[in-house]
């Protein structure tokens, strides 16, 4: 069974740190990796998406980098402002259609 | 990218009482989901919601409790059944693009039971 955890549950940076969101899934027979920001009582925009073939993707000041081998994937987010506060998520997909969501990081950057 | 809406956005509920919500995508899209979040927590698949036929329901979760409606490829209603307060959550419908599978999520709705 899909299990994904991340660490850590809360970061809080000043502003303008460079920083690294980690992921973690049991199971490495994944499909896709997603990751998804989410603002606090609102629904999830979809940041970016890392195909099983895939090792990265990027956009903008994100890069998601995908290790199906160590059961592992990160969000790197450039230069952080106060607009990256948010919680981030990741989900695995298997085989099957189902995504399995991390328990997300909650972060916080100061101005 | 698809396009979701979702109605109510928030809503106050008594006990005992039945909600429906409703999710709409303005493309059609052959696999939608329901998922809860409660209170603190991470996302919890409830359903996937099937055009024509019955909903597909995740472990712990049941079609007396949570009906589900798919009724077009555009359009999908979850009703939450005889509530209380334990169902207090933001519920949120997904699509998935077809060939890449990447989902993406209604504005959710936020439900607490008194």
């Known amino acids: 069974k899909q299990e994904v955890t991340q660490i850590p549950a809360a970061l809080s940076v000043p502003e303008g740190e460079n920083l690294v969101l980690n992921c973690s899934f049991t199971?490495?027979?994944?499909?896709?990796l997603q990751w998804f920001r989410q603002d606090p009582g609102k629904g999830l925009t979809s940041l970016l998406l890392?195909?099983?073939?895939?090792r990265e993707q990027t956009s903008g000041r994100l890069n998601a980098s995908l290790d199906k081998s160590s059961g592992r994937s990160t969000l790197y987010i450039a230069a952080s402002q106060p607009g990256d506060s948010a919680t981030y998520l990741c989900?695995?997909?298997?085989?099957?259609?189902?995504?399995?969501f991390g328990t997300g990081t909650r972060l916080k950057v100061l101005a | 990218s698809a396009v979701i809406s979702q109605k109510p956005s928030r809503d106050i509920c008594q006990r005992g009482t039945s909600l429906t919500i409703q999710c709409q995508v303005d493309?059609?899209?052959?696999?939608m989901f329901w998922y809860r979040q409660q209170p603190g927590q991470s996302l919890t698949l409830i359903a996937t919601?099937?055009?024509?036929?019955?909903?597909?329901?995740e472990s712990g979760f049941v079609i007396d409790k949570f009906p589900i409606s798919r009724p077009n490829l555009t359009f999908s209603t979850l009703t939450v059944s005889n509530m209380s307060p334990e169902d207090s959550s933001i519920y949120l419908c997904?699509?998935?693009?077809?060939?890449?599978?990447?989902?993406?999520f209604g504005p959710g709705t936020r439900l607490t039971v008194t």
């Open positions: 997904s699509v998935e693009e077809q060939g890449t599978r990447e989902q993406y």
């Open positions: 199971d490495s027979a994944i499909y896709n």
């Open positions: 890392i195909q099983s073939s895939q």
């Open positions: 989900a695995a997909a298997g085989l099957t259609y189902k995504y399995i």
């Open positions: 493309s059609q899209v052959t696999m």
């Open positions: 919601a099937n055009q024509g036929s019955e909903a597909t329901y």
